[in-house]
């Protein structure tokens, strides 16, 4: 089970760090995935981290604002958001990559989490 938590209404400019907990499984063992779906937008693909050397990848749209990372100990994946922007607001999602070992972009994505609102509004 995945469960996102850290969304909410920030200004432009503003940022929020959001949380993908993990129960059930090891996180370390799995490239894990952020997406966002915007409303009227199809869902879309934002950050990911792989498993085996926590390498990173994060979209063009949020480059140089949006860093992934992972805590082991709490075994959580945050994504942390700087420099926020109206069209940055949508309902981000994680997702485990499939197969034990996976690296960015797995070869698939299970195991959604429900989801946290991020608003970006004055």
């Known amino acids: 089970q995945l469960v996102e938590s850290g969304g909410g209404l920030v200004q432009p400019g503003g940022s929020l760090r959001l949380s993908c907990a993990a129960s059930?499984?090891?996180?370390?063992?799995?490239?894990i995935g952020w997406f966002r779906q915007a409303p009227g937008k199809e869902r879309e693909g934002v950050s990911c981290?792989?498993?085996?050397?926590?390498?990173?990848y994060v979209v063009d749209s949020v480059k140089g604002r949006f860093t992934v990372s992972r805590d082991t100990h709490k075994n959580t994946v945050y994504l942390q958001m700087n420099s926020l922007k109206p069209e940055d607001t949508a309902v981000y999602y994680c997702?485990?990559?499939?197969?034990?070992?996976?690296?960015?972009?797995?070869?698939?994505?299970?195991?959604w989490g429900q989801g946290t609102l991020v608003t970006v509004s004055s």
């Open positions: 981290i792989s498993s085996t050397d926590d390498s990173t």
């Open positions: 997702a485990k990559g499939i197969g034990a070992g996976s690296t960015c972009p797995p070869i698939g994505y299970e195991y």
């Open positions: 059930g499984f090891n996180l370390d063992y799995y490239a």
